[in-house]
DNA sequence: ATGGTGGAACGTCCA
């Protein structure tokens, strides 16, 4: 089975490009992130009349999380147990949506930005992913052989090696202790990175910004990733990032990770 | 190069 996350910058500006995705890669489970979109003004029809089933969750123009399978689509989720909300008073954000996929249980999320170091969303980003951590080791204990995939957008570069270069990051977010001290917690929770293996860096990055050139200038992150469960992890074949879709007219900002997984 | 990103309540926020 070969399952995939991509932040594709809104499903409506890009659903031709997931579908080809789709299509050019064999995918069977898509996770997308920052779909910014209603469920009313998802674009249902392009991916259904490919042979795939989709499951969204959003509330406004704003994140916007789904799950696409064409092996099924079952016990559809939206948010993980105790997932922190933002604002005044604190709503529910749709940044995590799960659905079993093939029997694997597999999670959309888009973790919280933090905006900047000083920002209270950056505490709202903390928060949210020791709740998923919290979570992550729940359901790992209620179930140890449980083949459980995290996918999406970190907005975490968790190494020196994940961003092109440590002095241009310093003092912003994404690289910063704490972040990746809460990127840690999942991982010690029992969520390994399956991608980095097989896609060795320096230089190996999923994003690059819209401006002054990043992309053609290799001046990238690696944020989005794909944490898998020890049964999950064991069963990984192989990982590549789809450089190629962040190239051309109407590329998102982000570039999909793709996941093979053997069958039991 | 009278621009310098792009996407979303089409004005201004978010990334």
């Not at 080791?137 to 090696?161: C, K, Q, S, Y």
């Not at 910004?209 to 200038?217: G, M, N, R, S, V």
Request: hydrophobic residues 40%.
């Amino acid at each position: 089975m070969r399952i995939a996350t991509w932040n594709c910058n809104s499903i409506r500006s890009r659903v031709d490009r997931a579908v080809a995705f789709l299509e050019r890669h064999d995918v069977d489970v898509l996770a997308l992130q920052e779909t910014k979109c209603r469920d009313d003004q998802f674009p249902m029809m392009p991916f259904q009349a490919a042979g795939y089933d989709v499951a969204h969750v959003g509330y406004s123009q704003w994140n916007g999380v789904a799950v696409v399978s064409r092996v099924g689509l079952e016990d559809v989720e939206v948010g993980f147990p105790g997932q922190p909300g933002w604002g005044e008073p604190a709503e529910a954000e749709a940044r995590a949506l799960g659905a079993t996929c093939g029997g694997v249980r597999v999670w959309s999320l888009y973790v919280p930005n933090g905006r900047s170091l000083a920002d209270p969303h950056l505490l709202y980003k903390l928060d949210w992913l020791a709740a998923l951590r919290d979570a992550g080791r729940g359901w790992l204990a209620d179930d140890p052989g449980a083949a459980v995939a995290l996918m999406g957008d970190w907005n975490i570069a968790p190494t020196d090696d994940d961003v092109w270069s440590v002095e241009y990051y310093a003092g912003k977010t994404h690289t910063s202790p704490q972040e990746r001290a809460a990127f840690a917690g999942v991982v010690e929770a029992g969520f390994a990175d399956v991608t980095r293996e097989h896609t060795p860096g320096p230089g190996t990055f999923t994003y690059w910004d819209y401006t002054q050139l990043a992309f053609p200038k290799r001046r990238g992150m690696r944020i989005d990733f794909c944490l898998g469960s020890p049964a999950l992890a064991a069963r990984v074949e192989q990982a590549f990032i789809d450089r190629d879709e962040r190239k051309g007219k109407g590329a998102s900002d982000h570039a999909p990770v793709v996941v093979d997984v053997a069958d039991v």
